[in-house]
């Protein structure tokens, strides 16, 4: 038998040991997980765009659908859909229906990188679509189009309806990004008319998401090697925050990072996210990112292909052509999630860092 000082002793051990438990689960519950989302049928969520249903009160991720376990990895790709009402738990929803059609793992066309914006009830989008489902014209596809679609908050998934394509015939475009600023709509895509030799990037303007005019694009750090010292990016963004525009790119080095005071004049920050981190399935470079602001918070959603063997392609030559080599598996990406910070006025990330949600 125990005397009773001894009982009391266990009795304290026992009830920190139940107390240290208890803190340590309500922590891992709270802890965004790595990875954060993959697609369960092929595996390869790319270029996710993230936003917040008003009517449905959850936030919703559309993720570019490849499909890295079939030689055919880049089109005939649907848009995922992904929800979750406190961003940490994340549940698969199908795939978009557009006029109708869709809601398979295997779209009837090609859908890439949507760019999606709330107003008025409505969630609109501007995606980069090909009419090419097998690669005839190379692994890419032929050209693209950026396309309108829209749909009610109430139907985010099932709803999306044509509204029209953004351009003529005469460009082929990838990647649109889309935000306010005002009581203006301002969507920018990269894009390259017929003969040209370089692609350029667009910006149009709406107040009504009807009638669109040219804006011409300021003349700055964005997409200028001078200053970059690349000549490829790709995969706009644009958000505000902390009293600024920011802009990120996808330069296949990590993440270009803008800023800008009025959305015009754009000053060149440096590079983030370039060398992979320790999280799990975190250990690769960055690609193709949008970010959401909750509670003060910024936060970046971006794809990683843990298994992609960069190193080979710069031996062999231009990455973005010896993508081709890499074996089926090495093509499968996952979402991500890191929390961005502000330090001597430049936007910084450390992957590395667990972080908690409320």
Not at 295 to 317: N, T
Request: aromatic share 14%.
């Amino acid at each position: 038998m125990m005397n009773n000082t001894l009982k009391f002793l266990v009795f304290l051990l026992a009830s920190f040991c139940f107390v240290a438990c208890a803190h340590n689960n309500s922590k891992k519950q709270n802890e965004v997980p790595a990875p954060l989302f993959v697609d369960p049928n092929y595996q390869g969520s790319c270029d996710p765009e993230i936003v917040w249903n008003e009517h449905e009160q959850q936030w919703y991720i559309y993720y570019t659908a490849r499909r890295p376990m079939l030689e055919n990895t880049w089109l005939q790709t649907p848009i995922g859909v992904a929800v979750s009402k406190d961003m940490i738990n994340w549940e698969f929803k199908g795939y978009c229906k557009f006029d109708g059609v869709g809601g398979e793992k295997d779209a009837s066309s090609t859908f890439w990188a949507p760019a999606i914006i709330s107003a008025n009830d409505t969630l609109h989008m501007f995606v980069t679509w090909k009419p090419d489902t097998i690669p005839t014209q190379g692994a890419w596809g032929g050209q693209g189009w950026i396309v309108h679609y829209k749909t009610p908050l109430t139907n985010p998934v099932d709803g999306w309806q044509k509204v029209s394509a953004l351009h003529g015939d005469n460009l082929n475009t990838i990647d649109a990004t889309v935000y306010q600023s005002k009581n203006q709509y301002h969507v920018w895509f990269k894009g390259k008319e017929k003969g040209a030799k370089k692609n350029e990037l667009y910006h149009l303007t709406t107040s009504d998401f009807t009638n669109w005019q040219e804006a011409g694009f300021s003349k700055s750090d964005v997409f200028n090697s001078e200053a970059t010292g690349s000549n490829f990016e790709e995969a706009p963004y644009i958000f505000q925050w902390k009293g600024k525009y920011w802009l990120i790119t996808d330069p296949h080095n990590g993440f270009f990072v803008y800023s800008s005071a009025d959305a015009e004049n754009w000053e060149f920050q440096g590079t983030i996210l370039k060398e992979g981190g320790t999280r799990n399935l975190d250990n690769s470079m960055a690609r193709h990112c949008s970010v959401a602001v909750k509670d003060g918070r910024a936060f970046i959603f971006y794809h990683v292909e843990p298994w992609r063997r960069y190193d080979l392609e710069k031996l062999k030559g231009e990455g973005r052509k010896r993508i081709f080599d890499q074996p089926l598996k090495n093509r499968e990406s996952v979402l991500q999630m890191a929390e961005l910070e502000i330090r001597n006025n430049k936007l910084y990330c450390d992957r590395n860092k667990t972080f908690e949600l409320k």
